[in-house]
């Protein structure tokens, strides 16, 4: 089955402590992207990579991290958790064609930073 | 980079009611996407348009592309309780979205 797998879908953790949360697609798909998720504020892009390798900020990267060392994985890793980054977080991916460019999301990680 | 606008943020409808809402870019676009996001899920694509006037219909669901290339509209047609969400547009590319409106039906 196509899909984009997020782990974990819920996560509790303290200002200050590491955490990496993992995404990984099986469509083969060059395209790859994180968002965060807050009440009136819709989707908004923290980083993405159109291939193996290439990363770029999107609107909201401070205080976040990412990596793209294979295709099928794009990791988020936020070096020192503030309560400010409590949201909801979505991966996605697609293709870069031209005319299809639609974006498969993942299930959402609900983070909270006490 | 391009912003989008997405209005209204939010509509209170009863049951069997038609929506009509809009997306509006700083852009000119190729392609106009609008998804769907159920609650405590990932928003899924409802309609793609690829061509400046197209419109596009899915069911209830009606999406048009603004002649212009910077505006799209979607409409949905007597409305049921699963039409509750939030829908998002989106502009080619970039995988930028708008900032959603959504949706409360009323039964």
């Known amino acids: 089955e196509a899909q984009v797998t997020q782990n974990p879908r819920y996560l509790i953790t303290v200002t200050g402590k590491k955490l990496t949360v993992t995404c990984s697609q099986n469509?083969?798909?060059?395209?790859m992207s994180w968002y965060r998720q807050d009440p009136g504020l819709g989707l908004r892009q923290i980083y993405y990579?159109?291939?193996?390798?290439?990363?770029d900020k999107g609107d909201v990267p401070e205080g976040y991290k990412v990596s793209r060392k294979e295709k099928r994985n794009f990791p988020l890793i936020l070096e020192s958790p503030s309560p400010n980054q409590t949201s909801l977080y979505f991966c996605?991916?697609?293709?870069?064609?031209?005319?299809?460019?639609?974006?498969?999301f993942g299930q959402g990680t609900r983070l909270t930073v006490v | 980079g391009q912003q989008l606008n997405q209005s209204p943020q939010s509509m209170f409808i009863q049951e069997g009611e038609d929506v009509s809402m809009n997306c509006t870019s700083s852009?000119?676009?190729?392609?106009w996407l609008w998804y769907k996001q159920d609650p405590g899920e990932g928003p899924v694509l409802l309609i793609a348009?690829?061509?400046?006037?197209e419109l596009t219909s899915n069911g209830r669901l009606t999406a048009q592309f603004g002649i212009t290339r910077k505006d799209s509209f979607l409409n949905i047609s007597a409305s049921i309780p699963s039409d509750v969400g939030i829908y998002f547009c989106?502009?080619?590319?970039?995988?930028?979205f708008g900032a959603g409106t959504r949706l409360t039906v009323k039964p």
């Open positions: 996605a991916s697609g293709n870069q064609g031209l005319m299809n460019t639609e974006a498969f």
């Open positions: 469509m083969n798909h060059e395209y």
């Open positions: 990579s159109m291939n193996v390798e290439v990363t």
């Open positions: 852009s000119i676009f190729n392609t």
């Open positions: 348009l690829y061509k400046a006037g």
């Open positions: 989106a502009g080619q590319n970039d995988m930028r």
